[in-house]
Every structure is written in structure tokens, then in C-alpha cells.
């Protein structure tokens, strides 16, 4: 029997805890420039500096009911006013009110100067010219005030805040047609693997449908990135090595997937060590093992995750989604953790931090977490239907079914 010839020596390993290398990868970038955006277009983008009120909300005291703007003092049951002006939404006059008389109002409309409430018309018969009086209200009572909300000058909105519908009713109700936001981040993702082939081909024997692309773009794009590109190539180190410097040329980040392990084809190892500044990892966690992090010869950060589908969209979430949030600006990087209760039992490796696809169910009001697609890393079949990812830690071997657990929640929020 003859020995086996020995293959080239596998380049050395970092090993680091899944936190370890969560923190080496937030730090290869920090907040993209600031650019100056429509408020109508500004949803998903964080401020790149605080934002104050130019107005003062309401900008004057403002009717809360349609109704009759009064003077409380003067109200009486069953007492008949003068109707003398009507004040709609919108009047743009500055009216007075006379003693002993009414103006009738509608929501929203400027309260006229000398009134001090608003009675609403359901109190009221509903007259026009004449109103009689079927009840009273006290002094201030539907009116909103000048200011209440807020006032002009205060800061209603600070740098680092993810903007939601919320926030881009606030920005434009407070006077602004744009704000200074961070760039998104460009993203391009590069698929490797002789056996890939696109989504919709036939398959032949040997080869599958390339989904990890379009998982990762449709990840980054729900993190706010600019997906600038998706590429898939072959196993071969030059052409990776090419697609690479091309990518980087055009995006902010390049994530890769596949060919980072420790296989003989395993070409996206060797094209980062030839042409970057990147280690290589082996992350104490499940799913996620091998990684590679760094910056390529352009200085563009690259992140390298496994090829495994449910390994790249687990990898996505620890490692990518904080950087991508990062980049874009966002004070609070990082996806909210919960409790949930688990339904099953559940073994973990010893000495692995342990991320289980999970959906959560909370007809109950406290979460249930129910397990999802199994241990292996290629099973794509329930991917789909997670919507958290239990987050066993790497001391930890069993759990037992009722136990509470921390659960990373996986459903975009608006801010
Ligand atoms: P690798 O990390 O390249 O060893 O790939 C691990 C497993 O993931 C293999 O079964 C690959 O066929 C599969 N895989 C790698 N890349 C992709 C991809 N882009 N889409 C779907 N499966 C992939
Ligand atoms: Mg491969």
C-alpha cells in the first residue's frame, strides 16, 4: 500500500466565539457619509444628525371637534348664541369672537382669539345664524394649544434614529421637505460553486438551483442595503479572484457565500488569502462554522459565510445585518431579543453557541417558541416559515421543553 501524496497544509484558523466575531466584523466599517434626502423617500434610512422642530405643533391653538368656539364662562343650558362667523379647516383669516356670541368651528380650523373652548355640535342643536345651547363645557375644553405637542426648536428627532412612518409623518409635519441621513450601504453578494445553476434552469444530475444569492440580497435589501449585485461563479480561484476585485470596485461590501471550508475546491479561502487582508475562522457556533472576514486589496470589507443555505442566512443575521446596520447609520445594530418558551426538548453540542430556526407562536401572549426544519444546515424545506432564531449558548447541552429561551426576532420592524 502506498501513502497518499499530502496535500498542501490548510492555511491556520482564528478561533473565536460567535461574539467574538460579531465585534471583528462591526468593526471593519463605521456609519456611511451623511446625503441630503426627501422626506417622502427617507423611510429605512437613519439620521446622520439631530432634527428640530421648525414649527410649532399645533402652530396655533387649534379646534379639536366640529363645533362652536366659545367663551366657557358665558355657556348656559338651554341658552340661545349668535352664531357670527364660521371658521373651516384651513381659514387662513384671524377672527374674533364677541362677547356673547359663537363662531362655528370645525376640526382642525384656528380657534378664533377671545374663545377659550370649543362646544362640541353634538351639545348643540346645530344651528347656523342662532345656536341653542344643549349643554356646556369648562374653559380649554377642545382646544388643542399652540405648542402642546411641540414646540419650535425642540429636537424631535435624534441622529442614529432608524426612520419609520412615524417618523416621516413627524419630519414632515414639523417643516422639513429633506434631511441629512446616512448613504445605504451597497452590497454586492458573490454565490460560489460549480454546481450552482439559475433559479428557473433545468437541473442536471450533480447540480442545484443557486438560492443563496437571492436569499442574501433579499436579506440586505430588508436591512436598507442597496443590493448592487448579484454573481454567481464556479469554483475556480481566478475566476473568484475576478469577481471579486470587480465587486469591490462597485459596492461597500462584498459578502460571498460558499468555498470558505475546508474542502480541496474550497476556492473563496484561497482567492481571499491571495488578494486581501482577511482571516480566516472557525466560529464556535452552529450553524456558521467557517468564515472568513477581512478587506480586499481595494480595502472594500468582505465577509465570507458558509454555503450551506440555512449557514448563509444564519451567518446573514449575526454577522452581516449588524455591519449593514452599522454602515447605515443606525444607532441600535442589533435585531430584538426576547423570551419565548420552547415546545420540545432540545440537545445542543457542548462548547458550540447553538442558532435554531424557530417560529414563534403568541396566541397565548407570552411566545412559544416552536423548532423548525431540524439540525442540518442544508435543510431549506422550513426556512421559510422561522421567524426567530433560538440562541442556545455554548455552555448549554439540553433544555427541556417548557423552558424559557432568548430568541432573536426576525421580523423587520418599521424603526
Ligand atoms: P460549500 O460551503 O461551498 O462547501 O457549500 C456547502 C453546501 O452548500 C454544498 O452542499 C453546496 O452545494 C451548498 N451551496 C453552496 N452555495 C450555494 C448556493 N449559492 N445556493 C444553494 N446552495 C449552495
Ligand atoms: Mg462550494
Known sequence: MVDAPAGPALPARTV??????????????????????????????????????????????????????????????????????????????????PPGAAVRIMTGAPVPAGADAVLPVELTDGGTSRVRLDGVVTAGAHVRRRGED????????????????GAVGLLAATGHASVEVHARPRVAVLSTGTELVAPGDPLRHGQIHESNGPQLAAAAAAAGADVVAVVAVGDDVDAVRAALADLAARADVVVTTGGVSVGAYDVVRDALL????TQLVHVRMQPGKPQAVGVLADGTPVLALPGNPVSSFVSFE????????????????????LTAVLTTDVRSPAGRRQLLRARLDWST?????????????????ALARADALVDVAEDVTQLAAGSPVTAIDLREHDA
Do not use: C
Request: without cysteine; charged residues 25%.
Open 16 to 97: 473565536r466565539s460567535l461574539d467574538e466575531h460579531a465585534a471583528a466584523v462591526l468593526a471593519l466599517a463605521g456609519p456611511l457619509p451623511a446625503q441630503t434626502v426627501a422626506v417622502a423617500a427617507v423611510r429605512g434610512r437613519a439620521l446622520a444628525s439631530d432634527v428640530r422642530s421648525a414649527v410649532d405643533l399645533p402652530p396655533w391653538d387649534s379646534s379639536a371637534m366640529d363645533g362652536y368656539a366659545v367663551r366657557a364662562g358665558e355657556l348656559r343650558p338651554g341658552a340661545v348664541l349668535d352664531v357670527v362667523d364660521d371658521v373651516p379647516a384651513g381659514d387662513t383669516r384671524t377672527v374674533r369672537l
Open 274 to 277: 491571495a488578494d486581501g487582508t
Open 150 to 165: 411641540v414646540r419650535a426648536g425642540d429636537v424631535v428627532l435624534r441622529a442614529g434614529d432608524l426612520l419609520g412612518a
Open 365 to 381: 401572549g407570552t411566545p412559544v417558541a416552536e423548532l423548525v426544519g431540524g439540525p442540518g444546515s442544508h435543510l431549506l424545506g
Open 318 to 337: 449575526v454577522f452581516v445585518r449588524p455591519l449593514l446596520r452599522r454602515m447605515l447609520g443606525a444607532r441600535d445594530v442589533h435585531r430584538r431579543r
